[in-house]
């Protein structure tokens, strides 16, 4: 099983400039190569400080240059954000930048406030249509002239411009239910997944919708790749107490996401505080204690053993999430530790 990073620039108020959160992701960036990580991974989202990303495409153009193995992922992005021709040229332009590097992640969008300012309040729900028409178009546009005369999109004969470097750059579906797993499969993508604050019953859910779905399709001669996506903190041995700061990071983390997800309240210059503690008294999942045990907080030897369980039910990739509302220097120290005791159990 090997290993990524996914990163964002991460703003929770002013005191932190936008050059050092951008430097921040840098460094954690050209940590995660030293250390041996496959993929920086980056997405997009809009308007929102807690995670910073109107486009990935040109971060990881610096990042490129910056760096001379580490493979660079957009994603998630957006399908109902994207033309297929901008999206097909703009990952074949990061591509050529970056010597065939490049990796396109697509999703069909979550976030009703972007799909209200991004799409003109198209039901967030209804995404999942320009994934399914915006990934095959894609692909031809990276093949040379097409036309293209779909239900979303129309356009006369046109092509790619660059070409992708590499003749078949690798696309990733973020897959939840069998139906977008099984789309994934049928189209020769990989599958990137999140139990977001379910446990590993959940992993283990998520590998059997995948493996159903490579099972329906015989006819894809190269078995795509299942990546787990899942908030990840690293602490000492012989702290016993190292977990909590990590858990109230993340719960703080998904009490904004809810509060953004929520859409019931406008955000302040793109600050919006976390959904109250109390909102979610009848909702264990939030707790701390739980988020200990579900996301992949732990000592080096309990991270270990969980990640040899992902590996053994067959998950090629796992993604190290840093978002978690902690400072850098803890994200730092975990992402150390993570490098310096876990990685090598893998190698």
């Not at 936008?18 to 430097?23: K, L, P």
């Not at 997405?43 to 990881?60: A, C, D, F, K, R």
């Not at 996301?295 to 993604?319: C, D, N, Q, W």
């Amino acid at each position: 099983m090997r290993f990524s990073l996914f990163v964002h620039m991460e703003r929770w108020d002013e005191t932190v400039s936008y050059e050092e959160a951008f430097e921040n992701l840098t460094e954690l960036t050209l940590m995660a190569e030293e250390g041996g990580f496959g993929t920086v991974w980056i997405g997009e989202h809009h308007s929102m400080e807690y995670t910073i990303s109107p486009n990935p495409m040109p971060q990881l153009a610096y990042l490129a240059a910056r760096t001379s193995r580490i493979r660079l992922g957009a994603g998630t992005i957006i399908a109902p954000f994207w033309n297929p021709i901008r999206a097909a040229g703009e990952t074949a332009l990061l591509d050529v930048i970056s010597g065939g590097r490049a990796e396109l992640g697509l999703a069909r969008g979550a976030y009703q406030f972007e799909f209200d300012r991004m799409a003109g309040g198209l039901p967030a729900t209804d995404g999942g249509k320009h994934l399914r028409e915006i990934v095959p178009a894609i692909r031809e546009l990276w093949k040379g002239d097409y036309a293209h005369d779909g239900e979303l999109w129309q356009f006369p004969t046109s092509t790619s411009v660059p070409k992708p470097v590499q003749p078949d750059l690798p696309m990733w579906i973020a897959a939840r239910d069998p139906a977008s797993h099984d789309f994934a499969v049928a189209n020769g993508c990989h599958v990137m997944v999140t139990p977001l604050m379910k446990g590993d019953e959940e992993v283990e859910d998520l590998v059997n919708k995948f493996e159903t779905a490579v099972a329906a399709h015989p006819e894809i001669e190269r078995r795509p790749d299942l990546m787990v996506l899942r908030h990840t903190f690293v602490h000492a041995e012989d702290d016993p107490d190292g977990w909590r700061p990590a858990a109230e990071g993340i719960n703080r983390f998904y009490r904004t996401f809810d509060a953004w997800f929520s859409n019931k309240t406008t955000p302040a210059n793109g600050f919006l505080e976390p959904s109250p503690e109390e909102k979610f008294a009848e909702r264990p999942e939030f707790r701390p204690e739980s988020l200990h045990r579900t996301a992949m907080i732990g000592t080096p030897a309990e991270v270990i053993e969980r990640l040899k369980h992902y590996e053994a039910l067959g998950v090629t990739e796992f993604s190290f999430w840093s978002d978690n509302s902690l400072t850098h220097e803890q994200k730092k120290r975990s992402l150390e530790l993570f490098i310096e005791h876990v990685v090598p159990a893998f190698q």
